[in-house]
C-alpha cells in the first residue's frame, strides 16, 4: 500500500477531498442547525460501516505479525467509538467531538501507515475518501453554528445567491479537472484550491447572517 501521504497527494484524491467538501456545502445550504447535525450522524454512521468493512479486508492480509494486527484492530476500534459517541448540539460539544474524532484518525493513520506492506491500496483509498467525507461534513455542520450578525434578509438573500453561482462554477471547474490527463490536472491544482477557500469563506457568510439556530 502506499502511505496515506503520498494517497492523499495524489490528483485524484485532492479532487475527491473536493468534491466531498463541494457536496457537503451544497446539501447543507439548505439544513437548519438541528437537520445539520442529522446529517452529520448519518455520514457518521456511514463511515463507521465503511471502517468495518476496511477493518475486515485489512484483518485478511498476509504477513502482518500478531501483535500489530492487534494494534490496527485496537486502532480502528476505537475510532468507531469516537464517532459514535451523542449528538453535538451546541458549538462546544462539536469543536470538542470533532478533535476527539480527528486524534483517533490521527492515531489509525499512523497504525495504517506502520502496515504499508501487508495492505493493499485499496484500503489505503477506501480509508482517505472517508476520512475526507467525514471530515467535510464537520466543516459544513460547524458553519451552522457560527456567530450570527443582524439578521437582513435582503443580505442573505444576496449571498445565497453568491454563493450559489460559486458552487456551480466551482462544481464545473472541478468536472473539468477530473476528465483531464493527471499531467493537466496538475496545472489547475492551484485554482482549484482557491476556489474551495472561496467557497468556505462564502459558505460561512451565509450562516452569520442568517438568524438563530440557522433560521433565514
Sequence with gaps: MMSLEQIRASVKSQMDAWQAMAQAFEVQMN??????????????????????????????SRGMVEGQRQALTTAFDELKVQLSLGRAETRDLLTAQQKTVQDSISRLDRELNRNLDTLTDTVGEGYVRWVDTVKAEYEAASAHFAETQARQKENWQAARQSFEKQLEH????????????????HQIQSTLATGMDNLRESFTRLFQISGKDGEK
Design 31 to 60: 439544513l437548519g442547525r438541528r437537520e445539520a447535525i442529522d446529517r452529520l450522524e448519518q455520514q457518521k454512521q456511514m463511515f463507521r460501516e465503511g471502517l468495518d468493512r476496511l477493518k475486515a479486508e485489512a484483518g485478511r
Design 170 to 185: 466551482y462544481h464545473r471547474q472541478l468536472s473539468e479537472a477530473q476528465k483531464q490527463a493527471v499531467e493537466q490536472a
